[in-house]
């Protein structure tokens, strides 16, 4: 037996290398040719197009909000006129109104050849366009929500949290960014790119990311449970676990102490285990605030919320157990961990938020419950075993690595149907853009998740894997899941739930500018790595030597600092508007104390 899987797995690498050396001889005629390359461009168009909508809407409502402002200056100079007028003059001008009032058209009006007058005071409004505008200014939600004040505490306390590991994870990427332009600007040990690297992305991913998920996870399950926080402590508990792993992680990732088990799993164990620890409190107060529910239905936004959690917890213990760490174990558990962190962490839980914040935004429920339910039983059954399309033409088996390809397209299946319902969700609010700061961040993170998570399908493909493996494209791609959708919804429920829970809104100049600095920067850094990343590969396939491939990214590089660096600076403008949404007002505390102290008197 052992014989025959002998002889099977040397099959498969004899069929990886032919493949391998098909690739490697073939024309560049084919790259354009290749489903995966043109199903790639057709999804950037669609980011692209979906760029313009919002920019048409957004002039749209610029130029009627102009419009407005000048009639009501015209409306203002009226008055005045009226105000100055004698008694004599202004009953004169309202006996005339009353007449045109009364005036009935004769029928042969039409038919006048002489000079176009409106003595009779018929017509009310002109104008050029033959479609009326009906675009709507921006609309501010006065109302407060009225929520527990231990369950307002602990979602404050996550999203700040959320918010410092933001500005601080991407002020290093900003200065890793720069470092690949100029690679000279110092020679610490501790400012490294090997040591900085892994610090910016395990601070956004277990410091940002995570932390807001469970911060805004927190409200769902309580308002959809008609319930309080079974046990706020550990929430809290939860929330000094987490910070201290991010805080000590990142500090021995600086000082060269780290896994160095692959990529996302940098922390050593004793860190780990503290997020970890973390996870599980989470889970446990999640799962006895649902299961002690006032309700008798669990909202779908739960199924993904406690998936996610479950899951996330069983991976981070597949992670760190030893005998799974040596030889080509460790790259299939490296692949699965690595991709499980993305899909069954982040992108579950992050649709569970999605599945109660946007139908609460646009005050309409989910389209179908019937496609949520679809989208999450399919993604936990395809998501779980494509990681192994990470090393396509490794030494892992064949059969491994044709599974992980199969399973990547068969995410068509969750990725479309939950798009589908969110789009359907929208349907009909598409004016909403123009009166909402929120639905602008849910509606480019939706496209971007079936742009990001169909171009990582079509990525998996034998041929664009073999172009694309170990080039830049691979850090856009992953910017494009983990930026253009988990943090721009993230983004959107920030928006959409501060407010109401603290009833300061942030200016809208201040939202608009975060969202176009974050959306322009995204895609500058995006298609720049694209594009350089392809003309890499190839240049590998060329046999050009490796130093040569290097010149050739530095001006894609320039643009990635570029990119970089509007994203930074939209993050510094998202961290002054959620000060502005949750600091204290003074004058309402003044009010509030005065009044307890006459009620009390």
Not at 74 to 81: C, F, G, L, S, V
Not at 115 to 127: F, H, P, S, W
Request: glycine fraction near 8%.
């Amino acid at each position: 037996m052992e014989l025959i899987l002998h002889h099977l797995c040397a099959l498969g690498q004899v069929k990886a290398l032919m493949l391998q050396f098909i690739i490697l001889n073939s024309s560049r005629d084919q790259l354009w040719s290749s489903p995966g390359v043109i199903g790639t461009l057709f999804l950037i168009a669609i980011v692209l197009f979906i760029a313009v909508v919002i920019v048409v809407f957004r002039l749209s409502s610029f130029f009627d909000r102009l419009q407005k402002k000048s009639e009501k200056s015209t409306q203002r100079e009226i008055k005045q006129q009226i105000i100055n007028l004698e008694d004599a003059d202004v009953d004169e001008i309202l006996e005339s109104r009353k007449a045109a009032h009364r005036y009935q058209l004769k029928g042969d009006e039409l038919g006048s050849r002489g000079e176009i007058r409106d003595e009779k005071g018929l017509v009310d409004y002109l104008t050029e366009d033959p479609e009326n505008p009906i675009v709507d200014e921006k609309k501010k939600s006065p109302l407060k929500m009225e929520v527990a004040p231990a369950l307002k505490q602990i979602v404050i306390w996550y999203l700040a949290a959320g918010v410092f590991w933001l500005v601080f994870g991407s002020l290093i990427g900003q200065y890793l960014g720069m470092k690949f332009i100029w690679p000279e600007m110092d020679s610490a040990r501790f400012l490294s790119f090997g040591r900085l690297r892994p610090v910016h992305t395990n601070v956004v991913f277990w410091g940002w990311a995570s932390m807001a998920m469970i911060g805004l996870g927190y409200f769902v399950v309580v308002r959809t449970s008609n319930n309080k926080i079974y046990r706020p402590y550990l929430a809290k508990i939860a929330w000094v676990l987490m910070n201290l792993a991010v805080f000590f992680g990142s500090v021995c990732l600086m000082s060269g102490i780290n896994n160095g088990g692959g990529e996302y799993r940098e922390f050593i164990w004793p860190v780990a285990a503290f997020f970890a620890g973390g996870l599980i409190l989470t889970f446990y107060n999640f799962y006895r605030t649902v299961a002690t529910r006032k309700i008798s239905e669990i909202y779908i936004s739960n199924w993904y919320l406690l998936g996610g959690l479950v899951w996330t917890i069983v991976l981070v213990v597949i992670g760190y157990l030893p005998q799974f760490q040596d030889g080509l174990g460790e790259t299939v558990i490296q692949g699965y961990y690595m991709h499980q962190g993305v899909g069954m962490w982040f992108m579950t839980f992050t649709l569970g938020l999605i599945y109660y914040y946007l139908p609460a935004s646009l005050n309409k429920p989910i389209y179908s419950y019937s496609l949520g339910v679809l989208a999450f039983w399919t993604q936990m059954l395809f998501y779980t075993l494509i990681g192994t399309h990470h090393f396509v033409f490794s030494p892992l088996p064949w059969w491994l690595q044709t599974v992980a390809i199969v399973f990547s397209a068969g995410m068509f299946i969750p990725v479309v149907a939950g798009t589908t319902n969110f789009l359907l969700t929208m349907r009909g609010s598409w004016s909403d853009i123009n009166k909402s700061y929120v639905l602008p961040f849910f509606l480019v993170g939706v496209v971007f998740y079936f742009v990001g998570s169909t171009q990582g399908s079509f990525q998996a493909f034998r041929f664009t894997n073999f172009i694309w493996h170990f080039t830049d494209f691979n850090v856009a791609h992953s910017h494009m899941t983990m930026y253009g959708i988990i943090t721009f919804i993230l983004w959107a429920c920030f928006y959409a739930i501060l407010p109401k829970l603290t009833g300061h809104e942030p200016p809208q100049l201040n939202v608009g500018i975060h969202f176009w600095l974050a959306f322009i920067g995204l895609f500058a850094y995006m298609i720049s790595l694209m594009a350089g990343g392809t003309l890499r590969g190839l240049s590998w396939m060329d046999n050009d030597p490796f130093i040569d491939s290097v010149i050739l990214m530095r001006p894609y590089w320039v643009w990635r600092a570029i990119g970089g660096s509007l994203m930074f600076v939209s993050h510094l403008m998202f961290a002054y508007n959620f000060w502005v949404m949750v600091k204290s007002d003074p004058k309402t505390k003044a009010k509030h104390t005065q009044s307890l102290e006459i009620v009390q008197s």
